[in-house]
């Protein structure tokens, strides 16, 4: 029995359908079992399963020590035959983006930070992590997670509240310069992005730029719009799904032959009143602004990975062939480091869905 129907109540469904041997992809099937939260949270009541491969990038290896405390909060692109990977490096200064790249999805070469903190009078003076990439046809635009807050060293863990801040590059690897004096989005008192206003996803429809953008609290996904990439965003009133989803950050595929969205996410749950990350969900739609909260189900938790026991943090999905790469960070507990839920020492995974997915019968 898994750690975490161990500490959940269960709830019994029935299978019902189910696939054919003949039928390729992944299939979104009626979970057999269904968490039961002790705070009430929804469950997720359909799984589309992921084939775990494991850890593919360990923190520790970085150059100059920039991720001697962790590697995770990963972002993937991929331009040509390179996969590109934004992590967030925990290093002697802090948290900040690095980037590692790789051909096969097997071996990485490592190329240190590609941000620095900002002076103490800048939003990112104690972070400049998380980095997602827009290619706007001329220029890589990269919207990046800062903050002024973070704890004590040596780990120097972002705190809140998160803003959204802008750099630039002419290429994918960088190098990257910051838009100073450009702050896309920022945190509002009183709105559901009270304290947390940080980066995620972005489409073009028509002339307008949606980014999918992480909300908290609690924990939810926002649309920001814009149709000036160098400008300020703005942030719709409501998140896209219900406040008490709990979930943040996104990374978006879209399936040409079935005309529909899967937003990748990260699931928060919570044991004895402590909240993390303990599971990647993906929700589905056909309509890129409007989504229903019953049509989610779990990609990756720890009952399809066993080398991260309670962690299964922010995924990034990238299409390689006829599969959907989804990268994620976790945490594999060790003699000096027991703790399996701490936000340090964590490394990046690598899990696969078979394309195309598979819609549950309706």
């Known amino acids: 029995?898994?750690?975490a129907i161990?500490?959940?109540?269960?709830?019994?469904?029935?299978?019902?359908?189910?696939?054919?041997?003949?039928?390729?992809?992944?299939?979104?099937?009626?979970?057999?079992?269904v968490?039961?939260?002790?705070?009430?949270?929804?469950?997720?009541?359909?799984?589309?399963?992921?084939?775990?491969?494991?850890?593919?990038?360990?923190?520790?290896?970085?150059?100059?020590?920039?991720?001697?405390?962790?590697?995770?909060?990963?972002?993937?692109?991929?331009?040509?035959?390179?996969v590109y990977l934004h992590y967030d490096a925990a290093g002697p200064a802090g948290w900040l983006a690095a980037?590692?790249?790789?051909?096969?999805?097997?071996?990485?070469?490592?190329?240190?930070?590609?941000l620095e903190l900002g002076n103490a009078s800048q939003a990112d003076s104690a972070s400049a992590s998380y980095g997602t990439t827009y290619f706007d046809g001329r220029i890589w635009r990269m919207f990046y997670l800062a903050t002024r807050n973070a704890t004590p060293r040596p780990g120097r863990i972002p705190a809140l509240p998160y803003v959204t801040l802008a750099a630039r590059s002419r290429?994918?690897?960088?190098?990257?310069?910051?838009?100073?004096?450009?702050?896309?989005?920022?945190?509002?008192?009183?709105?559901?992005?009270?304290?947390?206003?940080s980066p995620g996803f972005i489409v073009k429809q028509g002339d307008t730029y949606l980014q999918f953008f992480s909300a908290a609290m609690p924990r939810t996904i926002?649309?920001?719009?814009?149709?000036?990439?160098?400008g300020r965003w703005t942030l719709d009133p409501e998140p896209i799904l219900p406040r008490e989803e709990q979930i943040e950050n996104s990374s978006i595929y879209f399936q040409e032959s079935s005309r529909t969205w899967f937003l990748f996410t990260d699931h928060v749950g919570v044991r004895n009143g402590f909240e993390f990350t303990d599971a990647i969900w993906v929700y589905?739609?056909?309509?890129?602004?409007?989504?229903?909260?019953?049509?989610?189900?779990?990609?990756?938790?720890?009952?399809?990975?066993?080398?991260?026991?309670?962690?299964?943090?922010?995924?990034?999905?990238?299409?390689?062939?006829?599969?959907?790469?989804?990268?994620?960070?976790?945490?594999?507990p060790t003699r000096e480091h027991p703790d399996p839920i701490g936000h340090l020492y964590r490394d990046v995974g690598l899990a696969w869905l078979d394309l195309p997915i598979h819609l549950p019968d309706r």
């Open 99 to 114: 980037l590692a790249t790789t051909t096969d999805l097997k071996h990485f070469v490592r190329k240190g930070a590609i």
């Open 171 to 197: 290429a994918p690897e960088g190098p990257w310069v910051k838009e100073t004096g450009l702050i896309p989005f920022t945190v509002r008192a009183g709105t559901y992005y009270g304290v947390t206003a």
């Open 35 to 82: 968490l039961r939260y002790e705070d009430g949270r929804p469950s997720a009541r359909y799984r589309l399963d992921a084939e775990d491969v494991g850890p593919v990038l360990l923190h520790g290896e970085g150059p100059n020590l920039c991720d001697i405390y962790g590697a995770r909060d990963v972002w993937a692109f991929k331009v040509g035959g390179t």
């Open 1 to 3: 029995m898994s750690q």
């Open 222 to 230: 926002g649309i920001a719009r814009t149709k000036n990439l160098d």
């Open 6 to 33: 161990k500490w959940a109540a269960i709830l019994w469904v029935a299978v019902a359908g189910g696939a054919s041997a003949g039928d390729a992809g992944s299939h979104i099937v009626p979970a057999t079992t």
């Open 284 to 332: 589905w739609s056909q309509d890129l602004e409007h989504w229903d909260p019953n049509h989610r189900a779990i990609v990756l938790d720890n009952t399809n990975q066993h080398w991260s026991p309670e962690i299964v943090g922010l995924p990034s999905v990238v299409p390689v062939g006829g599969r959907l790469a989804i990268f994620y960070d976790g945490r594999r």
